[in-house]
């Protein structure tokens, strides 16, 4: 599965309700989708949702069946800490 960054641009702050958080999840577990988590950026205009999904167009799916912007979606890799344990880890990826 590979892992999708989706930018949302939102008129005002998205409220999630127990029952709204339920039709999501019934719907991504459907369409073989995985909601990882999601950032408010500081001014709640936008969120940055990671997804674990099969391709971008089920998740181009997803937000216009679920109404939903999908301002930018892209495929991302995973950096974490654990991968730069030596120092010529640190200095390949810097110099990529």
Known sequence: MALFMIERNLAEEMQL????LAGIEEYNGNANLRWLFSF????????????????????????????????V??????????????SASVSGFLAS
């Open 73 to 86: 979606i892209m495929e991302v890799g995973e950096v974490n800490p654990e991968m730069f344990a030596n």
């Open 17 to 20: 309700s127990p029952e709204l």
């Open 40 to 71: 408010l950026s500081a001014d709640r205009k936008k969120t940055y949702c990671l997804y674990e999904a099969p391709d971008a167009d089920a998740l181009v799916r997803q937000a216009a069946d679920l109404g939903f912007p999908a301002d």
